[in-house]
């Protein structure tokens, strides 16, 4: 199985900063690297797949990069409601597999 | 407005069984894969099963197989996840969510369903 691995595991921020998540992949998943977002007590949101595809609804404030092994997810002017934890998943090779997730907090 | 709700969830004893339902709504279910993800408490995510659409093609981690059956019923809009020989280890909010393929994103999930696996 591909072992996804996310840095760091916490952060903490202050509204209006500039947030960058990291997602490392132990081989290649191509652009297949899709990011989620989970608030305290409801189920995950799809926020981005296929690396930089933003999902319906999404801000644009949101942003997604990388390919190969290396990703990231940034927050270009955090907001209140971004505090949360972030899930990246790899769905280019079976079975898909998930990221231990970076919980940004507010500082 | 696309609506996914699971319901099933509940205490049960190691070696137990259990059926968890998700009923969708707001979509034309039966174009959708549907998968199962499960989140311990205070964890991570983890795939479990999913099923096309038309309920022929089934896909488990090795952690379930053998154990969980997953299976639709497209007339009624319905997925569900039989879940037999339970243990301490499946316990876990178990989501149900769309995909557009077979190995994709997560689309749409539902709200989760608790299931506690102690004796």
């Known amino acids: 199985d591909i072992q996804m691995t996310q840095s760091p595991s916490s952060l903490s921020a202050s509204v209006g900063d500039r947030v960058t998540l990291t997602c490392r992949a132990s081989?290649?998943?191509?652009?297949?690297l899709n990011w989620y977002q989970q608030r305290p007590g409801k189920a995950p949101k799809l926020l981005i797949s296929?690396?930089?595809r933003l999902q319906s609804g999404v801000p644009s404030r949101f942003g997604g990069s990388g390919s190969g092994t290396d990703f990231t997810l940034t927050i270009s002017s955090l907001q209140p409601e971004d505090f949360a934890t972030y899930f990246c998943?790899?769905?280019?090779?079976?079975?898909?597999?998930f990221g231990q997730g970076t919980k940004v907090e507010v500082k | 407005e696309v609506q996914l709700l699971e319901s099933g969830g509940a205490l049960v004893q190691p070696g137990g069984s259990l059926r968890l339902s998700c009923g969708a709504s707001?979509?034309?279910?039966?174009?959708?894969?549907m998968s199962w993800v499960r989140q311990a408490p205070g964890k991570g995510l983890e795939w479990v099963s999913t099923?096309?659409?038309?309920?022929?093609?089934?896909y488990y981690a090795d952690s379930v197989k053998g154990r969980f059956t997953i299976s639709r019923d497209n007339s009624e809009n319905t997925v569900y996840l039989q879940m037999n020989s339970l243990r301490a280890e499946d316990t876990a909010v178990y989501y149900c969510?769309?995909?557009?393929?077979?190995?994709?994103?997560?689309?749409?999930w539902g709200q989760g369903t608790m299931v506690t696996v102690s004796s």
């Open positions: 969510a769309t995909r557009v393929s077979v190995e994709g994103s997560f689309d749409m």
């Open positions: 707001g979509f034309t279910f039966s174009t959708y894969v």
């Open positions: 099923i096309g659409g038309s309920g022929f093609n089934t």
């Open positions: 081989q290649s998943v191509s652009y297949y």
């Open positions: 296929d690396t930089s």
């Open positions: 998943q790899q769905s280019s090779s079976f079975p898909s597999t």
